[in-house]
């Protein structure tokens, strides 16, 4: 004989661990209810967006980088000689540190960020 099933459970889904499962998540800096993908809500991501633009100039470190790799490998190599593959591999080489550089730049300015001060406004005891 075959035991009961009781209505509604399953016996292959593992129960969710300690209500966790369904549970809203908060943002990161300011405790508020909605986020996106980053883990901030939409007023500490515009309060970012502000912020960072007075590092604008961050994005010539990369490129320059990126452009030396490039006309070094890229070009030189197949100047003096060496085969074209060579010099494929140097323009993929000057665009990976491009972008490795650039992503390296946007992380340590969420970080710097994110432990910033927050404003008087946006402290949960003051709202």
């Not at 961050?58 to 003096?80: K, N, R, Y």
């Not at 993929?92 to 972008?99: H, K, T, V």
């Not at 969420?110 to 432990?115: E, I, K």
Request: with cysteine; net charge positive; charged share 20%.
């Amino acid at each position: 004989m075959s035991k009961a099933r009781v209505r509604g459970t399953r016996s292959h889904c593992p129960p969710p661990a300690f209500g966790l499962r369904f549970a809203p998540m908060s943002c990161t800096r300011c405790q508020e209810p909605a986020v996106n993908a980053a883990g901030w809500c939409a007023s500490c991501e515009g309060a970012y967006d502000t912020w960072v633009r007075r590092y604008a100039t961050d994005v010539l470190g990369p490129v320059l980088v990126g452009m030396v790799i490039v006309s070094t490998l890229g070009l030189g190599l197949p100047l003096l000689g060496a085969g074209y593959l060579a010099g494929t591999i140097g323009v993929f080489a000057g665009f990976g540190s491009l972008i490795g550089l650039h992503r390296r730049n946007r992380r340590r300015r969420r970080r710097q960020f994110a432990l910033g001060e927050l404003p008087r406004a946006y402290l949960p005891a003051k709202t």
